[in-house]
């Protein structure tokens, strides 16, 4: 809960005041796209549209390709590797849905 009402107040910051989008924020999005609960997950992809919205084109185009690479994790066959893995993949799909859900039909 703690992270969904931050991520909530992390949108509200940048649609409101624009707030300035640096590598440090970027981080912080994809850790929680990676998180376990699906709620932060999603939460956390609904906010990177908002972030989205407030970027430049070249970190648009810099989240994509960070989603990319998240989403073509290759799944070993450890059980905790598997787990990472298959969070790090899912959070990838997240932050490409997130960039559709804003951009729809301009992503390529």
Do not use: W
Request: glycine share 8%; aromatic share 6%.
């Amino acid at each position: 809960r703690v992270k969904q009402t931050c991520l909530r107040c992390l949108s509200r910051g940048v649609l409101q005041n624009y707030l300035s989008v640096d590598d440090f924020d970027l981080s912080v999005y994809t850790a929680l796209l990676e998180d376990p609960s699906a709620e932060v997950r999603n939460a956390a992809s609904l906010n990177v549209g908002c972030l989205a919205m407030a970027c430049k084109e070249s970190t648009v185009a810099d989240l994509i390709d960070r989603f990319i690479t998240m989403a073509q994790t290759p799944i070993s066959k450890g059980e905790e590797e598997t787990t990472e893995a298959f969070r790090r993949r899912l959070g990838g799909v997240s932050g490409v849905c997130g960039l559709i859900s804003v951009f729809p039909g301009h992503l390529t």
